[in-house]
């Protein structure tokens, strides 16, 4: 009888010190989100006329930037929907831009009517 007391007495405390444990209703981790770098470097101002645009390709015949080694003439540049979200997307309108170099391209950072 007392071994069944003492046995009684050994599993109680043992399972009092386990504790609760972890509930069944715990929120999960949220998962992380992987955020695109924001490209660093200069950039540099043009104006210029629309001449077509393909999607996010914004090709315009402009008037070059000497600081980014760009000549005048016709570029197509990258735009991304905050750019383009606002400006005049129209071919012959003319525009005064901001841009900045992109691996081998150019990338719009503004664009807006004149």
Not at 74 to 90: C, I, S
């Given at each position: 009888?007392?071994?069944?007391?003492?046995?009684?007495?050994?599993?109680?405390?043992?399972l009092?010190?386990?504790?609760?444990?972890?509930?069944?209703?715990?929120?999960?981790?949220?998962?992380?989100?992987?955020?695109?770098?924001?490209?660093?470097g200069?950039?540099?101002d043009s104006?210029?006329?629309?001449?077509?645009?393909?999607?996010?390709?914004v090709?315009?015949?402009?008037?070059?930037?000497?600081?980014?080694?760009?000549?005048a003439?016709?570029?197509?540049f990258?735009?991304?929907?905050?750019?383009?979200?606002?400006?005049?997307?129209t071919?012959?309108?003319r525009?005064?831009?901001?841009?900045?170099?992109?691996?081998?391209?150019?990338?719009?950072t503004?664009?807006?009517?004149?």
């Amino acid at each position: 009888m007392k071994i069944k007391i003492i046995f009684s007495i050994a599993v109680i405390g043992v399972l009092a010190a386990c504790g609760p444990g972890q509930s069944a209703k715990t929120p999960p981790k949220p998962a992380e989100t992987a955020q695109t770098p924001v490209p660093a470097g200069p950039e540099y101002d043009s104006t210029g006329v629309i001449a077509a645009l393909e999607g996010q390709l914004v090709t315009l015949d402009h008037e070059g930037a000497s600081g980014a080694g760009l000549v005048a003439g016709r570029t197509a540049f990258q735009g991304y929907g905050d750019v383009l979200a606002e400006a005049p997307l129209t071919a012959g309108t003319r525009v005064a831009f901001k841009f900045r170099k992109a691996g081998a391209g150019y990338e719009l950072t503004e664009l807006k009517g004149r």
